[in-house]
């Protein structure tokens, strides 16, 4: 039941956008009375909650499939791999994206991508300490904070926008430029040089 509701949820969401998403819409379109909603969810936020939250441990769970065994791969083969597997499952379900970024207020109380943000840190903070001999002399937590929130600025309105970019250099592109930004500039371009080579 309680995925039944996230469904009809998302597909309201979609539809309606936050504002029209009333828990009396969502219960018609999972075929059930408000009363039996209530019973799983205590209000359209909840709801809301729940879609984003679903959506989030997807995009998580591709990502995390992409990365295993890479953890002792080169910088640019490890940023390229996240980065194309991010874009790839943006781009399964933009509806969903563009309903949870462009409708869902802040004051709803749904953090739509902290915990993948910090998910996504974490994994990026792990690796570069196991290649600090690769890094630019900067401060890590800066470093993490500001390439986390570029590639997922950039990935999302990539999607949302669909600019004439081919996928494959735009993933190529913001590589470059997190590489770029967080190794050692002489080793960024040997990076670079042996991936385009190889």
Do not use: C
Not at 106 to 113: L, Q
Not at 149 to 169: H, K, M, T
Request: proline share 5%; aromatic share 6%; glycine share 4%.
């Amino acid at each position: 039941m309680v995925a039944r509701i996230v469904d009809a949820g998302t597909r309201v969401l979609v539809a309606n956008g936050y504002d029209g998403a009333s828990t009396n819409r969502i219960a018609a379109e999972a075929g059930i009375s408000p009363g039996s909603l209530y019973q799983y969810f205590p209000n359209k936020d909840a709801i809301v909650l729940a879609v984003v939250d679903r959506y989030r441990a997807r995009i998580e769970r591709d990502i995390t499939q992409q990365l295993a065994g890479m953890l002792e791969a080169q910088p640019v083969d490890l940023v390229t791999t996240i980065l194309a597997a991010l874009v790839e499952s943006l781009s399964r379900e933009p509806e969903i994206l563009r309903a949870i970024v462009e409708n869902v207020p802040r004051h709803a109380g749904v953090e739509t991508f902290a915990t993948f943000e910090q998910r996504v840190a974490d994994l990026l903070r792990g690796y570069l300490m196991m290649r600090r001999d690769l890094l630019r002399d900067a401060d890590l937590e800066t470093a993490i904070w500001m390439v986390v929130q570029v590639v997922e600025n950039l990935s999302v309105r990539y999607v949302l926008e669909a600019p004439p970019i081919p996928r494959e250099q735009f993933v190529d592109e913001l590589a470059t430029m997190a590489i770029s930004y967080l190794v050692a500039p002489r080793l960024a371009r040997a990076a670079h040089e042996q991936h385009r080579a190889g």
